[in-house]
């Protein structure tokens, strides 16, 4: 979803939201950059019972003479359009040059929504750029947009405004009856993206690949005053509580969702209006008595606090009642919200919540609540990716569950105390209990069960880790167990570790994983368990069940932040749970393949062919691959299967013999990486790779400008596809265009300009600002670094600090030095035999980098290359230097330091060494180097961790001429599907017992390079550490931005 719009409505607007009378001056800080009134509706769109008017589809130049020019409006059905019009403006001038009046009623195409077009009344201006306005039948503008630029408006009823580049376009070799046209799935104009459709305009109907639809009547809580005077309703701005939104809804059939709004954030709304024994809200817990959604902003936006307080074992009352209580003829699904301070010590619990029929929690925090975190009184209750810590009671500190059933996906229980039974969860005759893809952590009890407590009733457990829970914690006489499960019901584990917990006190401390009055199911299988002596009576190699292992070498013993919406147990390098789980067992509740782990969306949940155990997918390294390019063919050199054996084969003929320029990367987002190939007409290629080690190659897109450079791959857009970068000559500026993968082609978008062409020194691919897409880091012939960051669909800049690169600047490139997340900046300094590395470290989105000195060196023949890798395994980049043509330096990452030793000597490279790249070939936890002897043999320098050693992985011809060389990564799913291989010069053949990730070195570093006489190293800058506002960052594209590039 783009959204170009601000996040906060004008109080001026708010009374006449619903009215159309529209405000015209007085709006908030560079709102006359954006789309108005358009803008506010769907920033409260939740508000909507209708869709908003926009622009659904346009046409303005195809080949030949321009054909079915026009416009298309959606909106609801029965909207007369009398009065409105579309505003043609010449971007050149800022003026207008034709006017359309819209009429007719909209019809009702599907579900109350539907589409009119109009065509028009002479030829739409082409670009570079142009736009349009759409104005309602008040005066309002409801959009402006434009077209190959954006432009301000100098007359007419958009007179002032920015317009808004929709960021696709079409030219004179457009097919004809092609249009731009919004696709997606929504209520707004922002919910959709603008695509070019080629020859298959949809006027007058719903666009390829568009659902528009209507959202249910939504009330916002707009105070966190916990009060009923009456002021509930679905419209905005009268003071709603949140008590007074839930006694609406309950009373209300027609409104079913409960939002907060965004001025709400990070305001507790505490509940202070005590009282118990009713079940109508109006005192003490909310009451749920129908079917409602509560849908928060978020767990550090929407905070619901009971009042009460939680320190250690301190209890204070608060409320007395919980925070929500869904009745037994309530349906509660409640999201996005952190429920803190609740407290209920009648009734079985529930300090959270207390349900008594159904109940669904996702992305959520339960956090800190007395008397269990959430209570299922034989309800039927899910939770989806919720946290649960913090919680404290007698029964199940984070989840209580009696009868009903109970399915928990995706989630953490950590340190819950209880002192009672079950530290984590209890439960106690449930008819059904699923736990799937979920961590159980450093959860206490006084008795049995320190991370769960299952009595009677069905329990499965499936693709879960429960590790560093005790039982027991005040015992020393052994008389309470389980400190991971304790078993008196039927308990099945598949694909689950359970290791690392204990039972007693910290005098009398015992390994202690699966206890109780049953043994485990006899079906459990795929399982990983600590200890042997309480393992559940499950036998190490029965069922494939892996009894007796060192916790250490399973997972790492500390819940991090892996990625995805909770903390994680990595599997460590080598677990031996990697790849042991059975694929037939990892099933959700209703039978279905778990597609990701315990993270979520961006972690398959099956990798490297076989399902892992425990809820993290432990992805081992994938090994690096090399292609090249000879007389036709291309040529790759992989790993066959999962052992580390080289081979070599044709993976692809063509599709030219020469090409602009060929880049690697995984744009289709399947683990492989592919070959972007730029041929001389423009067209650009992509062999698509595959496990068998074969490209097939198709058109994805055409470059055709006349000066095109700084051509990169990066995922701008983080959805997992690789895309592509360039920066177009715009007269004497540039224009920044990415070539979007959607995993079958490149849509093109403009990203942003850059205001002087021939002003750049450097560019760098990085996500140097730790958050969405990757970033550029722009060094410019000046030395000023410049940090542009991704932000939705363009980018913005920071002028971060000044290097002084006049007197020898090399071998730039991104890595992640301290291990923080956000890529850094490395570079050496200096063109005599004293040469210093700095390193800019990102400082974040606000600071930009700060330039620090980690290393001097001292080349006495020649600096020869720079490379960057993480030759310890210890999550941090380090650097390796090649020096005096033979000695490989690895300079291991400190804190603002590298500490550089000795690995290894390439003795063939006294004859010459080429294509220098970093990856691996046995697939460990640590980078390997990889080059090419002049021989043709190549060499890997593959790290133990302090040292390198040499082996030659397979050789190519010494005699052919290899072009367009690249490293890639490959999952080595399959054996290489030779074709003519025979036609291939003699491989040497080198049998390989045992690189971490894609980094390739930059072309500096393909050749020995000759160093010129002594020169004084440069003054570097270091910034400063204070704090920038974000508002120093502006869009691409504004004139201020411009003057400023234009001095660099």
């Known amino acids: 979803m783009r959204s170009h719009f601000p996040k906060m409505i004008h109080s001026s607007l708010l009374a006449n939201l619903f009215t159309g009378i529209v405000p015209r001056k007085r709006w908030q800080r560079r709102i006359s950059h954006r789309s108005l009134f358009l803008a506010e509706r769907c920033e409260e769109r939740l508000l909507l019972t209708t869709t908003p008017i926009f622009i659904n589809e346009f046409h303005y130049d195809d080949v030949g003479v321009d054909s079915n020019e026009g416009f298309e409006v959606a909106g609801p059905a029965g909207t007369n359009l009398s009065g409105f019009q579309i505003v043609l403006y010449d971007g050149e001038k800022g003026l207008i040059y034709d006017t359309i009046s819209l009429s007719g009623i909209i019809g009702d195409k599907k579900d109350g929504i539907g589409t009119l077009s109009f065509s028009a009344p002479s030829n739409v201006e082409e670009g570079a750029p142009d736009g349009f306005a759409l104005i309602d039948n008040n005066s309002n503008v409801l959009q402006f947009l434009s077209y190959e630029g954006t432009f301000t408006a100098l007359e007419g009823p958009a007179n002032n405004m920015i317009s808004v580049d929709v960021g696709v376009m079409e030219s004179d070799s457009t097919p004809e009856n092609s249009s731009l046209q919004l696709q997606g799935t929504g209520t707004c104009y922002e919910d959709f993206t603008w695509n070019v459709i080629q020859g298959s305009n949809t006027f007058g109907d719903f666009n390829v690949n568009q659902n528009i639809y209507v959202i249910p009547q939504t009330i916002y809580v707009t105070t966190e005053v916990d009060e009923r005077d009456g002021t509930s309703d679905p419209s905005f701005g009268n003071g709603t509580s949140l008590r007074e939104a839930v006694i609406d809804a309950n009373k209300n059939p027609d409104v079913t969702t409960i939002r907060f709004h965004s001025s709400l954030n990070g305001t507790p709304i505490v509940l202070v209006i005590t009282g118990s024994s009713e079940n109508s809200s109006a005192i003490g817990d909310l009451d749920i008595n129908t079917q409602i959604n509560i849908i928060g902003n978020g767990i550090a936006n929407t905070i619901l606090d009971g009042g009460s307080d939680v320190d250690n074992f301190l209890m204070q009352p608060g409320l007395a009642e919980g925070i929500i209580h869904v009745t037994n003829t309530g349906e509660l699904d409640i999201s996005g919200v952190k429920m803190t301070g609740g407290y209920r010590p009648l009734g079985g619990g529930g300090g959270a919540i207390y349900n008594e029929n159904i109940l669904t929690v996702s992305d959520s925090l339960i956090e800190r609540n007395l008397y269990t975190g959430i209570y299922s009184d034989f309800g039927t209750t899910t939770i989806i990716n919720t946290r649960f810590t913090g919680n404290r009671g007698n029964f199940g500190g984070g989840l209580k569950a009696e009868g009903g059933s109970l399915v928990v996906r995706n989630s953490l229980f950590d340190d819950n105390f209880i002192n009672g039974w079950g530290g984590g969860v209890f439960l106690d005759g449930v008819n059904s209990a699923f736990i799937i893809n979920s961590t159980i952590s450093g959860n206490r009890s006084e008795n049995d069960g320190g991370g769960i407590h299952s009595r009677q009733g069905l329990l499965k457990i499936v693709n879960s880790t429960i590790t560093g829970n005790r039982s027991g914690i005040n015992d020393t006489a052994n008389l309470y167990v389980g400190g991971g499960i304790y078993s008196a019901g039927f308990v099945e584990l598949k694909n689950t570790i359970v290791a690392g917990n204990y039972h007693g006190n910290p005098l009398h401390l015992d390994p202690d994983e699966v206890a109780g009055s049953q043994q485990l199911a006899a079906t459990s299988a795929n399982n990983l368990i600590g200890d042997a002596t309480f393992s559940g009576g499950l036998v190490d190699g029965v069922n494939v069940n892996i009894v007796g292992a060192l916790t250490h070498d399973v997972l790492d013993p500390v819940l991090r932040d892996n990625g995805g919406p909770t903390l994680t147990h990595a599997l460590v390098p080598n677990s031996p749970a990697w790849n042991r789980g059975r694929d ?322 390439w003795s063939f490279a006294t004859n010459g060494v080429s294509d220098i790249h970093v990856g691996s070939t046995n697939r460990d936890a640590f980078s390997e180097i990889l080059g090419r002897a002049s021989t043709g043999d190549w060499y890997s320098a593959e790290s133990n961790g302090t040292a390198f050693t040499n082996r030659v992985i397979d050789a190519w011809s010494a005699s052919a001429s290899w072009q367009y060389v690249q490293s890639r990564s490959d999952l080595g799913l399959g054996p290489v599907l030779s074709e003519d291989a025979e036609s291939f010069e003699p491989i040497i053949k080198q049998i390989n017992p045992n690189l971490a990730g894609r980094w390739s070195a930059p072309a500096e570093e393909q050749e020995t390079a000759i160093f010129p006489e002594p020169a004084p190293l440069p003054a570097l800058s270091t910034i400063t550490q204070n704090e920038t506002d974000d508002e120093a960052y502006d869009s691409f594209g504004e004139s201020e931005l411009f003057k400023l590039l234009y001095a660099v």
């Open 584 to 905: 037939l067992f990892a099933l959700d509740e209703n039978s279905n393949p778990l597609t990701t782990d315990q993270r979520g969306t961006g972690f398959a949940r099956i990798q490297d062919g076989r399902v892992d155990i425990g809820a993290y997918e432990g992805f081992r390294t994938p090994h690096s691959s090399i292609v090249g390019f000879v007389n036709g063919n291309w040529w790759l050199t992989r790993s066959e299967g999962f052992d580390d054996v080289y081979d070599t084969a044709i993976a692809a003929n063509g599709p030219a013999s020469t090409f602009q320029q060929v880049l690697t990367g995984d744009f289709n987002g399947d683990g492989i990486d592919d070959l972007a190939v730029w041929l001389f007409n423009g067209e650009w290629r992509v062999g698509v790779g595959d496990a068998n080690g074969n490209f097939t190659f198709s058109t994805w897109t055409t470059w055709t400008h006349p000066e095109i450079k700084e051509v990169h791959v990066g995922d701008f857009n983080d959805d997992g596809l690789d895309d592509i970068i360039g920066l177009f000559r715009n007269g004497n500026r540039g224009r920044w265009w990415v070539g979007q993968s959607d995993g079958t082609q490149f849509l093109n978008r403009h990203w942003g300009d850059y205001g002087n062409y021939n002003g750049i020194n450097d560019v760098v691919v990085g996500n140097f600002d730790g958050v969405k897409g990757d970033d550029l880091a722009i060094i410019a012939n000046s030395g000023v670094v410049w940090m542009y960051k991704t932000s939705n669909s363009s980018f913005q800049f920071l002028n971060s600090h000044t290097w002084n690169i006049s007197n020898g600047f090399d071998f730039a490139q991104a890595g992640d030095f301290n291990g923080d997340g956000r890529d850094d900046l490395v570079a050496s300094f200096g063109n005599t035999s004293a040469r210093s590395i700095f390193v800019a470290k990102s400082q974040g989105p606000s600071t930009g980098f700060a330039s620090l000195k980690f290393a001097d060196l001292t080349a006495t023949q020649s600096f020869d290359n720079l490379v960057v890798g993480d030759f310890n395994g210890d999550g941090k980049d380090d650097v390796a230097a090649r020096l005096n043509t033979t000695r490989w330096w690895v300079g291991l990452a400190g804190v603002n330091v590298f500490n550089f030793s000795l690995w290894t000597t």
